[in-house]
């Protein structure tokens, strides 16, 4: 039977939670709420005869019809591994009904972390018509053992993707150009069956991405072609490459094994990440007891001593792809490409000697840094009476010292492998690094500071290397200042490996680097 694919893969390091904390959490099951329909309006609208769809004759290649009386559906079962360790399963259903196209997936992963398991679930799905194509429906969801959740849920109306998020108790609304269609939905599909192919040959498409919470443009490459014998079956396997070109620099990239009938066997992310399709009963299969957080860790090479990372050095590393957005210069790192390494040069930083004043203008540079966001609900009641009390009278230094330490201190080190956001952050009062992060950040824009999450990776002598963290940096007027809440530190100190800043864009921009990027060599200053 030929199948049909999605799976958000690319976006499993930030479902996992795949950032060094101290301590664990223990295993818990999760139970995501059902979510309702998006508007009475998107529900009542009129049906069509599938016969009338241009997308039929693909579809009925995709997913053929059945006896007389049976409903057009199929399910797919993928195993999901870590570096050749199971982690759990991902379930892909879909069905065409009352002039409907429903896409839904399913991710379980149970990861153990500094000893202990934990349980995720992530639930997508999309619902376009057969007349046209149009997004009908969408609907996201993750959640953690400790009642951590975000939602999103959207539809699409005259060419505008309508978007609702929802974190803690907070509902924030947005909107973009509707390009989520059901022509890009099955773009690699259609590619793979549209007659004699040849290598290099690609395409692009356009979808909205949950984890960038923004659109997102994809180019398909056909990368090899090779033959294949099944059952004496003579037939072809594609090597698919898909890299998302935009927006730009944001690292996301698989690679994709179809056959000829379009059936997706395999896809990996980066040299971490690769689910595998499977038998029901294989798929479910008891998980791997591995700690996936050491495996991730990044070496020094050979016998290199812990110490050299002390004071200002230096390190020469691979394995980073070419469209990998080098970091900016900051007070305590620099970063330059050569030939196809980059070299990064720490150095401690220093409180800044001329700081402002705070509440800081919503101007400039920074401006960006001060808004209310879906993780960051510096508007919410709860978060700007907490940081009005923690406000030194408009003491920059002192109300950014009363922010960091009250984080570190208020919040139980815990593992908690969740799309973090301030306020379920405030509720359940722990988390590793994420967590701690998120809400510094919030109660800094609170405060008038301009804060962004900084993520990379920070050496963690429990994993033996560098482990992937989230700490925070902050606008002093000048340049950024990381600092980290999770370790205490008022000034981060130059273990901290930074790749990216931002949101939940910066922690999906790094997970094509898991179980990629090497240290080649380290060097005292």
């Given at each position: 039977m030929k199948k049909l694919k999605y799976i958000s893969v690319l976006s499993l390091p930030v479902f996992l939670g795949l950032l060094a904390c101290k301590e664990p959490?223990?295993?818990?099951?999760?139970?995501?709420?059902?979510?309702?329909?998006?508007?009475?309006?998107?529900?009542?609208?009129?049906?069509?005869?599938?016969?009338?769809?241009?997308?039929?004759?693909?579809?009925?290649?995709?997913?053929?019809?059945?006896?007389?009386?049976?409903?057009?559906?199929?399910?797919?079962?993928?195993?999901?591994?870590?570096?050749?360790?199971?982690?759990?399963?991902?379930?892909?259903?879909?069905?065409?009904?009352?002039g409907e196209v429903h896409f839904h997936s399913s991710m379980y992963a149970s990861v153990k972390g500094m000893g202990r398991k934990t349980d995720i679930t992530v639930n997508?799905?999309?619902?376009?018509?057969?007349?046209?194509?149009?997004?009908?429906?969408?609907?996201?969801?993750?959640?953690?053992?400790?009642?951590?959740?975000m939602r999103q849920e959207g539809f699409c109306r005259s060419g505008t993707l309508y978007i609702s998020s929802y974190t803690g108790n907070q509902k924030q609304e947005t909107s973009f150009p509707c390009v989520e269609n059901l022509k890009n939905h099955l773009a690699v599909e259609a590619l793979i069956l549209a007659g004699e192919k040849r290598e290099k040959e690609s395409v692009t498409s356009s979808r909205y991405e949950p984890s960038l919470m923004q659109p997102v443009t994809n180019?398909?490459?056909?990368?090899?072609?090779?033959?294949?014998?099944?059952?004496?079956?003579?037939?072809?396997?594609?090597?698919?490459?898909?890299?998302?070109i935009n927006p730009p620099g944001t690292g996301l990239s698989s690679v994709s094994i179809y056959n000829s009938e379009a059936l997706l066997l395999s896809t990996q992310v980066g040299g971490f990440f690769t689910a595998k399709l499977e038998s029901e009963a294989e798929a479910q299969k008891p998980t791997s007891s591995r700690d996936i957080l050491v495996a991730s860790a990044?070496?020094?090479?050979?016998d290199t001593p812990a110490d050299i990372l002390g004071g200002?050095?230096?390190?020469?590393?691979?394995?980073?792809?070419?469209d990998f957005t080098l970091p900016p210069a900051s007070l305590g790192q620099k970063a330059e490409r050569r030939d196809d390494k980059i070299i990064f040069t720490f150095m401690p930083q220093e409180k800044p000697a001329n700081l402002p004043q705070v509440p800081l203008k919503n101007e400039g540079e920074a401006a960006k840094y001060l808004i209310n966001e879906p993780q960051y609900q510096s508007a919410a009641k709860e978060?700007?009476?907490?940081?009005?009390?923690?406000?030194?009278?408009?003491?920059?230094?002192?109300?950014?010292?009363?922010?960091?330490?009250?984080?570190?201190?208020?919040?139980?080190?815990?593992?908690v492998p969740a799309m973090a956001n301030a306020l379920d952050v405030l509720k359940i009062g722990k988390g590793d690094c994420t967590e701690h992060s998120t809400l510094y950040v919030a109660l800094a824009r609170a405060a008038g500071i301009p804060a962004?999450?900084?993520?990379?990776?920070?050496?963690?002598?429990?994993?033996?290397?560098?482990?992937?963290?989230?700490?925070?940096?902050?606008?002093?007027?000048?340049?950024?200042?990381?600092?980290?809440?999770?370790?205490?530190?008022?000034?981060a100190d130059t273990t901290h490996w930074h790749f990216a800043s931002g949101s939940m864009d910066a922690q999906v921009r790094i997970s094509g680097l898991l179980g990629s990027v090497k240290i080649i060599s380290a060097q005292k200053l």
């Open positions: 959490v223990a295993t818990s099951n999760l139970e995501l709420k059902k979510l309702p329909p998006i508007s009475e309006k998107a529900a009542s609208e009129p049906q069509i005869a599938e016969e009338e769809s241009p997308y039929s004759p693909l579809l009925a290649t995709l997913i053929p019809p059945g006896a007389a009386g049976q409903k057009r559906e199929v399910t797919f079962w993928y195993g999901l591994y870590m570096q050749g360790q199971k982690v759990g399963y991902m379930k892909q259903h879909n069905e065409i009904k009352a997508e799905s999309q619902i376009f018509t057969l007349k046209n194509g149009e997004l009908k429906q969408l609907s996201f969801s993750q959640s953690s053992p400790d009642q951590m959740e180019k398909s490459l056909i990368k090899k072609i090779s033959a294949t014998l099944v059952d004496g079956i003579k037939g072809q396997t594609y090597e698919i490459e898909e890299k998302t990044i070496k020094l090479p050979g200002s050095y230096r390190l020469i590393a691979a394995g980073f792809p070419e978060i700007k009476e907490l940081a009005a009390s923690l406000t030194a009278g408009g003491d920059y230094w002192q109300t950014h010292q009363n922010i960091l330490h009250y984080v570190y201190k208020s919040l139980k080190k815990s593992y962004r999450q900084a993520v990379g990776a920070a050496y963690w002598p429990q994993g033996g290397g560098f482990g992937w963290h989230a700490w925070a940096e902050i606008w002093t007027g000048e340049n950024w200042l990381a600092v980290d809440p999770t370790w205490d530190q008022e000034i």
